[in-house]
């Protein structure tokens, strides 16, 4: 195995498992190496990332420099020196420069000290050379996707630098690749049919869900997918389709979508978000099928992978008494226990399902389970083991939220 080169930085999102499952999925466990609490590293030139793709990835940044301090005094100095140098080889006129740091002990007001000294020493250029500098100002450390993408500080002209802290030592990268938060959000809430009733799965989680089950092409691969089989020919089965998030996020990254639902007018919502999408990004060449179909019960003709968000119970503003949990977890452990029965006899045994199921927050970051998680052996199933991540702690959850959603990575046995 060649050695390990760190070429390129992913910053994670929110939840950094996520972000690092996703990436090990897609390029190996061995390209990557997660660093700190928020990046890992990944020995794959940036402009070969498929970044639009990627929901657990916020920036990704080429690296520039391994720095062997992690003092920010020490970092200063060198941005202090070495930033002017590299400007001279841009050409003059207007400049802005961003800075964020990851996993650093440092305050914004301290960054903005940095940017503003490296400002001051970007002036004593030689006359024809100097142009003028802006400096984004933070308001946190690192600087947000909206900061990046208001500042367009991924385009000619202007740089966003990328700190992160790796031991005793730093991280230095540009930032090429940043996420559309708008284009997210317009997936999202400007869906012609929506139903909060039966929860809203963020693109970005339905994308990582993808990205887990697909994974890589690569003939090779027990688990992978013949890259012959064209990525049109690949059809993405939903058996719990909802409103169609997950066909919607599948039909965008190239392929053919399969999806089903117990209630019809949720079949209906999905059938006229899909119209809705396929108006809006003409492009789409994957075909779709949606009917209503009950998943505890239904042979489904042919697909390629299974990626659904099933029966979650009914929303919670509020964890219930005991006794009412634990009646709520048993009606969502039936039904799911009922389709992944269904299931396994269609599944094909070279390829993953990748099903949300619903998790109940009792206390901070502590989740009562399904009953099943623990069954899946008995059942058929083997879950899918990361070498970076903990696949029992594929928890997506907020502070806040009581029903949460586990992520089962799973094969048939």
């Not at 890992?40 to 420099?65: C, Q, R, S, W, Y």
């Not at 030592?169 to 996420?179: G, N, R, S, Y």
């Not at 997918?225 to 996020?249: H, M, N, S, Y």
């Not at 970076?388 to 959603?405: F, K, S």
């Amino acid at each position: 195995m060649s050695e390990f080169k760190a070429r390129t930085v992913a910053i994670l999102g929110r939840q950094p498992e996520f972000g690092v499952s996703e990436l090990e999925s897609l390029y190996g466990a061995e390209r990557i190496k997660p660093i700190g609490g928020s990046a890992a590293l990944l020995d794959i030139e940036a402009g070969e990332i498929n970044f639009k793709n990627l929901g657990g990835t916020i920036k990704v940044a080429k690296i520039l420099a391994e720095l062997s301090t992690s003092s920010w005094i020490g970092i200063e100095k060198y941005l202090i020196k070495q930033v002017p140098v590299h400007l001279k080889h841009v050409a003059s006129g207007k400049f802005t420069l961003g800075l964020s740091a990851y996993d650093f002990n440092v305050s914004p007001n301290q960054i903005n000290k940095t940017a503003l000294s490296v400002k001051k020493a970007a002036r004593r250029l030689p006359a024809g050379r100097q142009g003028s500098m802006r400096v984004v100002p933070n308001k946190a450390a690192a600087l947000s996707s909206a900061q990046v993408l208001h500042n367009r500080l991924t385009t000619k002209g202007a740089w966003e630098l990328v700190l992160v802290k790796h031991r005793n030592q730093t991280i230095l990268a540009q930032t090429m690749f940043v996420q559309d938060i708008e284009a997210y959000g317009a997936r999202d809430q400007a869906r012609p049919a929506r139903d909060a009733k039966v929860g809203m799965l963020p693109p970005k989680l339905a994308q990582i869900m993808i990205n887990l089950a697909v994974g890589q092409p690569d003939p090779m691969k027990a688990n992978g997918w013949d890259k012959a089989e064209g990525v049109r020919k690949f059809i993405v089965l939903d058996p719990f389709c909802g409103t169609g998030v997950i066909l919607q996020e599948a039909l965008l990254m190239g392929y053919s979508v399969y999806g089903t639902d117990i209630d019809e007018r949720l079949v209906s919502y999905t059938k006229k978000n899909l119209q809705w999408l396929v108006g809006k990004y003409p492009n789409i060449e994957g075909r779709v099928m949606v009917e209503a179909v009950d998943a505890t019960s239904y042979l489904w003709p042919r697909f390629s992978t299974v990626i659904t968000e099933a029966y979650l119970g009914r929303p919670l503003n509020k964890l219930p008494a005991p006794s009412e949990l634990n009646k709520i977890v048993q009606d969502s452990n039936t039904i799911i226990k009922k389709f992944l029965k269904n299931l396994r006899p269609q599944l094909k045994p070279d390829r993953k399902a990748v099903v949300a199921v619903p998790a109940w927050q009792i206390s901070s970051r502590r989740f009562k389970f399904l009953p099943l998680v623990d069954e899946l052996t008995d059942m058929g199933y083997s879950i899918v083991k990361f070498k970076h991540v903990d696949p029992g702690g594929l928890v997506y959850c907020r502070e806040d939220q009581i029903v949460a959603r586990q992520l089962l990575v799973i094969e048939r046995l």
